[in-house]
């Protein structure tokens, strides 16, 4: 049902916990299934130099809310405004059609994070 990609951020999440005094912050929920993440950063110049995510709920959130953060890390602002629900199920292997919601949550709560973002 899951692929091995997916299993491993979620048996393994990467960049796990909360950033103290992040520069951009955000969370979301899911308010039909519950699913809860928040993303905090750190921003050098245009970087995301450090990203954390806490998540609540189903395997696929927290998965994709673990995959997100990797995805992300070392590029630019611009380059993150960019990634697509799409591009999130492509790094996790795929999605069962039941679990799309996971990576949309992650992509909408990564453009809200950046909305947060002093302007510079």
Known sequence: MYSPELLDHFQN???????????????????VC??????????????????????KGCVAAMACGSAITELIKGSSTAEASRVTPSDLTNVVGGLPEASNHASHLAV?????????????
């Not at 950063?41 to 998540?55: E, S, V, W």
């Not at 453009?111 to 002093?118: F, G, Q």
């Open 108 to 120: 909408d709560t990564l453009r809200k994070m950046l909305a947060s973002l002093p302007r510079r």
């Open 34 to 55: 519950g699913d809860v993440l928040k993303l905090t950063a750190k921003i050098n110049g245009d970087r995301i130099t450090d990203i954390r995510f806490l998540a």
């Open 13 to 31: 999440p990467r960049n796990a916990g909360e950033i103290a005094e992040p520069d951009g912050s955000a969370q979301l929920e899911n308010p």
